[in-house]
Structure formats: C-alpha cells, structure tokens
C-alpha cells in the first residue's frame, strides 16, 4: 500500500501537482519559498545570460565562471527546496496533531443554496487546513479510483441516438443527504485508509454537520473534498444501476442521473424509474420530482446542458439546452443593458467594456488563472452541437442591438465584426489576460438576471 501519510514529502508531491495546474498555493502560504524562488531564477537568468553572451568555445577562465555560475544554481535550487520542505514540516506536524480538525466556514451560495469554504484567515490555519484536503483526496483517489463522470463522453454517447426508453432523474439536495453512517461504515469496513485520514474525515463531517444543524448528514458544499466522497458514496449506486436488465446506457454526473432502457414488450416508463427510486432510497436519497423526466423513444431529451431532439436508432440533433441559450440571451442583453447605463458617464470605458463583452461571449479564451487553465467559450462550453441555428439567432438578436446604437458609427461597426456561429465554427480565440479584466467583463452578467 502506498505512503497516505501526511509527511512533508508527501505535501510536497502536493504542491507540485497543484502548481501543474496553476495553482501554485506555496508563495501564498510561505513568502520565504518565494524569496528563495526568485533568487533560483535569477540564477537561471545569469546562466542563460552567460550561455547567450558567450556562444564560442569558452576559455578556461570562461568556464571556471560558468561552472561557478551552475553551483549557484544548483545551491539556489537546494536552498529553495530545502526552505519548502522545512514549511511543509511544521504543516505536517499540526496536521498530525490529534486535535487537529480542517477549519470551514458557511458562506451564502447560488439560488440561496450555502456553501462552505476554508477561510483564508489566519493564513497558517489556512494552509493547514488546504493540504490536510488535498492528501484525504489523494488518498482515496489513489486507493478507491474514484473518478467523476466525463461530461463530453456522457455527451457524446447520447448525440449517438437511442431508441429508447429514457429515465432522468435529478437528486433533490444531493450533498446535504448523504448519509454519515452509511459513509463512514463502509470506509471503516474496507480498512483501507490510515488512521489519520479517516479521523479527519470523521471530523470534518461532524463539524460540517454542526454548523449546517443536518446531525449525522450531509457534505459541505464547496469544500472540494465533498466531490470525491459523494464519489464514492454512491459507487455501489452506480454498480447496481449498471447491471439492471435492460439497461443500455447509464450515466450520473454529480446528482443528475439519466439511464436509457431498451424496451421489451409491455414495459413502460414508469417500471424502470420506480426500480431506480428505490435504488436511491436504499442510499437514503430523494428524487427530485420537478427536475425529473421520463419518455418513450424517439423524443427530446435535455441534459448536461444540451437538448437531444429526434432521437432514432442511429443518430439524433443536438442543440444547446433552452435553459443555456437563454443564459446567452440574457447575458447580451445585459452587455448592451451596462453599456447604456454607463456611456453617459465613462463613455470611453463604456466603449471599450462593451466590445470586450461582446468579444468574450462570441468567441473562445483559456482562463490562465482557473485551476486548470480551461478552455471556455461559444465551442469550448458547446463543442457537440450538431445544429447551430441557435447561433445564428444569437446573431439575429446582437444584430438587433447594433441597431439601436445609432449615437456611435465606430462602435456599430467594431461590433459588426463579431458573431456566435463564426465564433464558434472557426473557433476563434481570444486573450483576456489584462489585470482585473474578466472580472471587468463578468461584472455586466447580473443586469441580466
């Protein structure tokens, strides 16, 4: 079995994975492996320098300097390793504590929902607390092989078509019902994870419990350790389901569950969304029955934020969901709702948010700052629309607000420029890497709640 320690070695391995996806948390939590970083690249530096001013054969007193010059480096690089791993000791060392607990805090959430979060303050607490997170799930990831579905395969296997029968059930208040003695029993009964790892997650549940007043139910909304143990939570679920007669296909993602049922004579519907019901009862889970669907074959289908229409045994139409193309309605309306309200005070500013604007949602960017550097955009957020006639009303509907701006010739034409269907079909990228700029962007979307 592997090291599920929370050994600063272990921490390290930590980081390091986090800093691949640009989540380097180390300069955060400790401003000496900062310093010791920037020394290390300016050594570096001088090394390239040297390597660049120097490109004959070097003299014997030339590589004397550049050999002094890769000591340095070296001995700069051990100082900034050595300097980490003595921070990510005295982390190991709390978090080894028996009294240790991971710290969370209810904040209010979408649609009313709480969520909960590590504070940030006081910063030690903080760090504590990340890495205690990052390890349990590593853990289990690396023992149980917990893996959250993959929308685009979900998608892709739907846009396929089905000449089935298709139950799709949304899990009412999925997080807060998962039920601590079913978690933990089986967690305990596998024996499988060390001592300290389940102490933590013993108490971050109890803790969770506490301040949401749900005893003895419930994950902490937010706290990314939740995902993975609603994972794990509902594997069994997820077998059982699977292996139902009749089964074609089954997909869940997090609390949406479609499953499609060849149908045999005199089955309906209604047969095989009770046998799934009660599969979730046995998990202590309730359906939500005004997000929850059934259909006969060869109907529209609407999932993971795309809608399947005309589905047959071969092939079937995908388009967004109308739920998303009316985000992006309401998001251009709301473009054009800022910019009015703003011209006549920052009318320079006003100008040059409102082609951004317009430039984010017709096109493609990659967040550089999001954990994992995503794509985003018309294609990268809707790549297996096999009809783009919602595109081009899009482009109907910015058209029209073109239109009104009869004040400005220039910015009529700029935005001209811009379009969903071309956007998305020639896949057009754009930078928005300017300080502070998407969230200048962003700001705009609630005028159009």
Known sequence: MFDQSFSPQNLRKITEIENRRGSNKSFEFFPPVLVATEELKDCIRATKHFRATHKHKYSVADQAIFDALKEDRENARKARDQELLSCLANISDEISKKSFRIRIRRVGGPNGKPVYIVPETPLDAYAQSYYAIKQIANNISRIYKVRQANRNRIVTQLSDGFPYHVVKLDVQEFYESVD?????TKLKSDQLLSATTMRLIERLLWDYAAVAGTPGRGLPRG???????????????????????EVAFYARYVDDIIILFA???????????KAVVEELRRKRLVVNASKSTEARPATELTYLGYKFRNVRSTSCTVLMSDAKFQKYKKRLNACFTRYNRQRARKSKKAYRLLVKRVQYLTGNTQLTHSKQNAFVGIYFSNPHLTDLSQLQRLDDALA???????HSASLRTKLQAYSFHAGYSERTFRRFHRLREFEEITKAWKYGQ
Do not use: C, N, Q
Not at 223 to 245: H, P
Not at 263 to 273: A, E, F, Q
């Open 180 to 184: 601590h003695s079913v978690l933990l």
């Open 263 to 273: 149908p045999t004579k005199g089955s309906t519907s209604d047969d095989y969304r």
């Open 223 to 245: 706290v990314g350790l939740s995902a993975i143990l609603s994972e794990l939570y509902m594997r069994d679920f997820d077998d059982r389901i699977s292996t139902l007669e």
């Open 400 to 406: 029209t607000h073109i239109g009104k701006l009869a």
